[in-house]
């Protein structure tokens, strides 16, 4: 088996289409068709100022999630964390965005026992009903603070303006998609950071975290 403890991913799974929400009614090759399009708007609208690294101590935070309460880094010392950063609540469906980004990790936090976090910048008031929809706990960094240290953000608003998703909703500053795993010692060991029409791979997240498949030869 290979040693995990210092993997940094350069890879991404790109969705075969772009999903936001039922509620937008996109269809699900709305934005990939324009592939020009696409990659303009991912030049124009990442916003990242910064990023950990593997190596790296994990910077803490206190988030509020369902019912206000907080919950903060600090208090799961001890045991490996995983960090699930999305643009949006109640975007996506089964097979693309957030929902799906989510749904992958289910198994990682209620079978192997792992601590899955999500962060995302919606309100408190949505924490409660959009985590026992995605299955996941999840978190309001309102601030955008946590998730720029984390993974970077992006002009969300204008990446779908751009896709013809959205109007005039440019300027609406979300995480980028991201993942990010800690040790026991609140190390990183695993970090990817994509746009929100990819999504992290997620052996590779259960190869950091020493469970499912660790050996890709």
């Given at each position: 088996c290979h040693d995990t403890s210092h993997i940094q991913s350069p890879h991404a799974t790109d969705m075969s289409a772009f999903t936001l929400s039922s509620t937008f009614n996109v269809a699900r090759t709305a934005g990939l068709s324009k592939s020009r399009a696409a990659k303009t708007t991912r030049r124009a609208a990442v916003a990242t100022k910064a990023a950990v690294k593997v190596g790296d101590a994990a910077p803490d935070f206190t988030l509020m999630g369902a019912g206000f309460?907080?919950?903060?880094?600090?208090?799961?010392?001890?045991?490996?964390?995983?960090?699930?950063?999305?643009?949006?609540?109640?975007?996506g469906d089964a097979d693309g965005g957030c929902?799906?980004?989510?749904?992958?990790?289910?198994?990682?936090?209620?079978?192997?026992?792992?601590?899955?976090?999500?962060?995302?910048?919606?309100?408190?008031?949505?924490?409660?009903?959009?985590?026992?929809?995605?299955?996941?706990?999840?978190?309001?960094?309102?601030?955008?603070?946590?998730?720029?240290?984390?993974?970077?953000?992006?002009?969300?608003?204008k990446f779908l303006d751009d896709l013809d998703v959205s109007t005039n909703m440019a300027g609406y500053v979300s995480s980028k998609r991201g993942c990010v795993v800690l040790d026991e010692d609140q190390k990183v060991i695993y970090t990817w950071a994509g746009m929100p029409d990819q999504l992290p791979d997620v052996t590779e997240i259960q190869a950091a975290l020493g469970i499912g498949k660790v050996n890709f030869e």
């Open positions: 309460e907080t919950t903060s880094l600090s208090s799961l010392k001890g045991q490996k964390v995983v960090l699930a950063f999305f643009p949006a609540a109640f975007s929902q799906c980004q989510l749904a992958s990790l289910q198994s990682i936090d209620k079978e192997d026992g792992i601590s899955v976090l999500g962060i995302t910048r919606d309100t408190p008031f949505v924490m409660g009903p959009w985590s026992e929809f995605a299955g996941i706990k999840c978190l309001s960094d309102v601030s955008n603070n946590t998730q720029e240290a984390y993974v970077g953000t992006i002009d969300f608003g």
